[in-house]
């Protein structure tokens, strides 16, 4: 834990640590917002460092943007900080992705990364994770799912924001992870509806040497689809939609999965 104690630091004695998740560079614009609250009310929460005070140089593990607001916007020389002498590399790591999970939002690419780091650091323990981030585990699976099996392609299309991590997992789903045949079902996927890409998604694992032309043919089939609409008190309407959210899901599916949980459960079905 930090210490209570707050320095002035010269920004110079400063280096990012190589365990600070945010690996992309933070927009100028993305900054300005942060470096105009300074300027107007200080800087309220001080960034925490490794190393002990009085020997630079120190490493930043938490608070990247209120560093490149500092120095890069408003010009200033020094910023105020608080340490920890000793910190493990995975410790380091889990304390950066927390602070940026909640903050603002890292680049798809830099949670996975992260995230996958501590997977295997944690020995492969992804409910250790979960654990450690405040991550549903859902989520977390996500994150190092994709991270293991997309292709650089497709990264590049996450870091865009031109495609979904829940229409990434489905592709590499119906294409049972065989990558090249993933980036194709990824193309076709976009001008589909959710029902389709889980249909997609369904005959692709029942068939894993399916072809493109064979998944994406199936999933245009018409099919006569059974509703079952339910009434929700606003207490689980509103858990619902923070699960889906959290979990990166529609709320329907989240619903359906929930509901056959239950009767899985219940010894409704076999």
């Not at 707050?6 to 998740?21: F, H, Q, T």
């Not at 300074?38 to 001080?46: A, S, T």
């Not at 005959?203 to 009434?231: C, D, F, H, L």
């Amino acid at each position: 834990m930090p210490n209570d104690k707050i320095y002035p630091i010269l920004l110079r004695d400063i280096v990012v640590s190589n365990e600070n998740v945010r690996s992309q560079p933070v927009p100028n614009e993305d900054l300005q917002e942060l470096a105009d609250s300074i300027k107007k009310h200080g800087q309220l929460q001080p960034v925490v460092l490794m190393g002990e005070y009085g020997k630079p140089k120190y490493q930043l593990i938490i608070g990247q943007r209120r560093f490149y607001a500092i120095r890069d916007i408003l010009k200033a020389k020094e910023i105020r900080a608080t340490f920890v002498e000793k910190m493990s590399n995975t410790e380091a790591k889990v304390r950066s992705l927390a602070e940026n999970m909640c903050r603002v939002e890292l680049t798809y690419s830099d949670a996975a990364e992260a995230i996958t780091a501590l997977y295997k650091d944690f020995g492969h323990n992804d409910k250790k994770v979960a654990s450690e981030t405040g991550l549903s585990l859902t989520k977390v699976r996500q994150y190092i799912y994709i991270e293991e099996r997309a292709s650089a392609e497709t990264k590049q299309k996450l870091r865009q924001k031109k495609v979904t991590p829940v229409d990434v997992q489905r592709a590499l789903q119906a294409a049972s992870d065989d990558v090249g045949k993933a980036d194709e079902l990824l193309k076709r996927m976009q001008k589909y509806d959710k029902y389709q890409k889980q249909r997609m998604v369904q005959y692709g694992q029942q068939n894993p040497k399916a072809s493109v032309k064979e998944i994406v043919t199936k999933a245009e089939e018409p099919v006569v689809e059974r509703k079952i609409v339910v009434k929700l008190s606003d207490k689980a309407r509103s858990g619902l939609e923070a699960a889906a959210k959290k979990m990166s899901m529609e709320p329907d599916e989240v619903a359906a999965k929930a509901v056959e949980e239950w009767l899985s459960t219940q010894g409704f079905i076999q």
